[in-house]
């Protein structure tokens, strides 16, 4: 257990739908980091959040959102899902800058049918 | 934009050879971190190197951060299967980490 909780682990749905994705930091940590990995792109960054605030973007596309709770934990919305946005989704956190490493979830594998 | 760039893409070896992937930066680096990700499971941090020339090691692996910090090695000593798996360098850019595509070792035993 990484300490980084990712859930579900898996979700099969059908195109044009919308699904969210949802997850809890190593405890202390205080950014938040979404990634995307498919076969043929690695590990594409998302967004990044930092205490509730957004830091970075990525090439997330217009579809996708995210937050950061008050609490910490971050949800990933996906919506008008399309057949290409099958692929692992990875939540990752890290003490204040990254410096140390990042810390990854198991991640949540989207398969749009 | 800062791209991070891996090779090779596939490493094939029979156990006990040794095994390098390579990674350059477009741009200097103020560091660079290795993760490691076993086949179904996600990428786990292994390293990070600071210093120009840095060179660090974990039992059978060794791992270099160039003089110009633009790239960097994994180098691991006679392979185990345990050392299958895809292993990633990243690079920070504007406080989030750009990964290279990987190299992903196959141990044949």
């Known amino acids: 257990d990484s300490g980084v909780t990712q859930t579900p682990k898996h979700l099969i749905t059908a195109t044009g739908q919308r699904v969210t994705l949802r997850c809890s930091p190593r405890?202390?940590?205080?950014?938040v980091y979404w990634y995307q990995q498919s076969l043929d792109q690695g590990l594409q960054f998302l967004i990044q959040y930092y205490n509730g605030e957004e830091r970075a973007k990525g090439n997330i596309l217009e579809r996708f959102s995210a937050q950061q709770f008050p609490d910490l934990h971050s949800e990933l919305n996906l919506s008008s899902l399309e057949l290409g946005d099958s692929a692992l989704y990875f939540c990752?956190?890290?003490?204040?800058?990254?410096?140390?490493?990042?810390?990854f979830g198991s991640g949540t594998r989207l398969t749009v049918v | 934009g800062q791209q991070v760039m891996q090779i090779p893409q596939y490493q094939h070896v029979q156990e006990g050879e040794d095994f390098t992937t390579y990674c350059n930066s477009s741009?200097?680096?103020?560091?660079i971190q290795w993760y490691k990700q076993r086949p179904g499971g996600h990428p786990v941090f292994l390293i990070q190197l600071v210093k120009s020339g840095e060179v660090k090691k974990q039992k059978r692996l060794t791992f270099q951060f160039g003089e110009a910090k633009k790239n960097s090695s994994l180098h691991i000593t006679a392979t185990q299967t345990t050392d299958v798996g895809t292993y990633f360098c990243a690079g920070p850019r504007g406080g989030k980490l750009i990964f290279g595509q990987g190299t992903e070792l196959s141990v044949k035993p």
């Open positions: 741009t200097t680096l103020s560091n």
């Open positions: 405890s202390g940590d205080l950014s």
């Open positions: 990752a956190s890290s003490v204040e800058s990254g410096d140390y490493g990042y810390t």
